[in-house]
């Protein structure tokens, strides 16, 4: 009998990404899986929450992109450490990668690390890194449909951020709609809206954070 190849990856997959997600318990570090289409802001909310954080947490950071080490260079700027990982074409990160990428860095003097997995809103989904937890991040621009497109990032993500809330009397975007049709498919959704621009609703952001650290 043919097992399909697809299925044998996941598997595979899932096997090394709950190998990761041992080692994260056992050094005592937090992961972010952290999910949103190309341009959403994840970059900035990341150098924005480490400025926010660093005194308090020892941040690390995986850069995943197709090509370029355009981000990582934006992060090492905060002086945190970050690995870059370039899939070469590939539209996810998957366990394996973070396992090669954890080689590099030193979980002992790490409380969170947090993952900026390659922008879209589908194939990370479907790969397990060891993460704690997904938060998807959208942004005023991309429009307020996403949940009805993209339901599965909705279901498995823990924190839903609305950023670039800036924007918003410059776009057409029902916030309410937003919510409600996020929270029809995953009711435990949390939502935070924010803007890295202004800085409006990031410590409702660190305050998620923080309380995830503590209940470590
Ligand atoms: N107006 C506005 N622009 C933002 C905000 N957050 C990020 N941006 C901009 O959005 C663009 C994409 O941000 P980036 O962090 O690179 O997104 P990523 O591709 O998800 O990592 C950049 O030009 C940012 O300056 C925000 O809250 N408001
Ligand atoms: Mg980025």
């Not at 969170?112 to 991040?137: A, H, R, Y």
């Not at 057409?172 to 935070?192: F, T």
Request: net charge negative; hydrophobic share 40%.
């Amino acid at each position: 009998m043919k097992i399909p190849v697809v299925q044998k990856v996941l598997e595979a997959n899932e096997r090394i990404a709950e190998e990761n997600r041992r080692l994260f318990e056992k050094m005592n570090v937090l992961v972010i899986n952290l999910v949103s289409g190309p341009g959403a802001g994840k970059t900035t909310l990341l150098k924005r929450t480490i400025e926010g954080l660093k005194d308090l947490y020892r941040f690390g950071v995986i850069e995943g992109d197709i090509q370029s080490t355009l981000d990582a260079e934006r992060i090492a700027s905060t002086g945190v450490p970050v690995v870059q990982i370039n899939t070469g074409g590939a539209c996810h990160l998957d366990g394996n990668m973070i396992r090669e990428a954890i080689d590099k860095l030193d979980l002992g003097a790490l409380d969170v690390l947090v993952v900026e997995n390659v922008g879209n809103l589908v194939c990370p989904v479907e790969f397990d890194i060891g993460e704690d937890f997904k938060v998807m991040l959208l942004s005023l621009p991309e429009g307020d449909d996403k949940a009805f497109k993209y339901p599965l990032i909705f279901h498995e993500s823990r924190l839903l951020l609305i950023n670039k809330m800036d924007l918003l009397p410059y776009v057409e975007y029902d916030i309410g709609k937003m919510c409600q049709e996020s929270r029809k498919i995953n009711p435990h959704l949390e939502i935070i809206e924010i803007s890295c621009k202004t800085g409006d609703g990031l410590p409702s952001w660190f305050n998620w954070l923080k309380d995830k650290v503590n209940k470590r």
